[in-house]
């Protein structure tokens, strides 16, 4: 059995000897179905019970099972990335604001310092 799935990234994917337009293509169809493919993979060696029984083969590789597989995992990676770049922004000015407020004067971090300190 030969090796179908191309695991590791290539400038030449279809290793014609040139990296033209063509290969863009092919990056992109390689790094969609990547997360499919490798869930593929892990059924075949470590699950092979499971992958008799799903009738799982190298060849399933980029095929449609990974590709909807590999949906939800970039729907999940996508939420979870701007998730996170949401609270890293959030941190990031929370932080910026404290590293701030010793330099401020007593009437910029509270407008109405004056008229309640006169009490």
Do not use: C, H
């Amino acid at each position: 059995m030969g090796i179908v799935r191309q695991w590791e990234f290539a400038a030449d994917m279809n290793q014609n000897g040139l990296v033209t337009v063509t290969d863009v293509w092919l990056w992109i169809k390689w790094g969609y179905f990547w997360p499919g493919d490798g869930l593929i993979w892990l059924a075949i060696n470590y699950t092979p019970g499971l992958a008799k029984f799903l009738e799982l083969s190298p060849g399933k590789y980029s095929g449609p099972l990974s590709l909807f597989l590999s949906f939800p995992m970039w729907v999940v990676f996508l939420v979870l990335f701007f998730l996170t770049w949401n609270l890293v922004n959030s941190l990031g000015a929370r932080a910026a604001e404290a590293l701030k407020r010793p330099f401020q004067k007593r009437e910029e971090i509270d407008p109405d310092y004056r008229r309640t300190s006169r009490k």
